[in-house]
């Protein structure tokens, strides 16, 4: 009630040109990185002012709104926003809020952002959310500019999930040959073996070998497929 009154503020939090005023023990007692800002000597303790580099106001916003009300609202293109924010402050309650959030409306356009954001922030759940996500809507996620950003590892543990979903092998290869197209640098030869190995050779059909995969550069370098190809092609 103080809060939404305005009244015995002692401290404020900038962030992008904004300050957000509150209460020292509401933030110290509900977020530990704000604990540590207000109690252990940094250069905000003097100063009751605490800045927050890097961060929207409309997010931090929605994070002062759950430290006083336990509840908070923003917009569906801000919940990652807010997750790292909770994960950043030390706000625990928010973070398991946004993650069960996250994990029920993870949907194509948005499950590799999500994958990155778990692996980042460590949190399976979210990552086993997008995996399977991803997995399952394979063909719509490869058409995508953020399937080309990921790392070859990330697209290893993709092609080798048990979920992977295609309609027809060459789905897999065009989208394997779509992403070594755009890295820059090439990747390493060895990662690249370890995701051509991933690729089922034996499904595919003998026209798309013939006129797609025999003369692919990115093929001709991994004797092992050569081989494989070659006993179909006989």
């Not at 009630?1 to 007692?29: I, K, M, N, T, Y």
């Not at 961060?55 to 926003?81: N, P, R």
């Not at 309650?93 to 194509?108: G, I, Q, R, S, Y």
């Amino acid at each position: 009630q103080l809060w939404r009154e305005e009244s015995l503020w002692d401290c404020e939090v900038r962030v992008e040109g904004r300050a957000f005023r509150a209460h020292r023990v509401v933030l110290a007692a509900r977020a530990s990185f704000m604990k540590s800002a207000c109690t252990v000597g940094l250069a905000e303790t003097s100063t009751a002012s605490v800045a927050l580099e890097e961060m929207e106001a409309a997010v931090f916003e929605a994070v002062l709104e759950f430290v006083y009300a336990s509840t908070c609202t923003f917009g569906e293109l801000l919940a990652l926003e807010v997750l790292r924010a909770a994960s950043r402050l030390g706000i625990k309650p928010l973070e398991a809020e946004v993650v069960a959030h996250v994990t029920k409306t993870v949907d194509p356009p948005s499950c590799l952002s999500v994958w990155r954001a778990g692996d980042v922030l460590t949190l399976p759940p979210l990552v086993e959310a997008a995996t399977k996500c991803a997995a399952e809507s394979f063909a719509a996620v490869a058409a995508t500019d953020a399937f080309l950003a990921g790392d070859a590892p990330w697209l290893e543990s993709l092609l080798a999930s048990d979920d992977l979903a295609v309609d027809a092998e060459e789905q897999v290869f065009d989208a394997l040959k779509r992403w070594h197209a755009a890295q820059r640098p090439p990747p390493a030869q060895e990662a690249l073996n370890r995701l051509l190995a991933l690729v089922r050779w034996p499904l595919l059909a003998q026209g798309f070998v013939a006129e797609h995969v025999n003369t692919d550069p990115m093929v001709a370098s991994h004797a092992g497929v050569l081989v494989v190809l070659k006993a179909m092609q006989d």
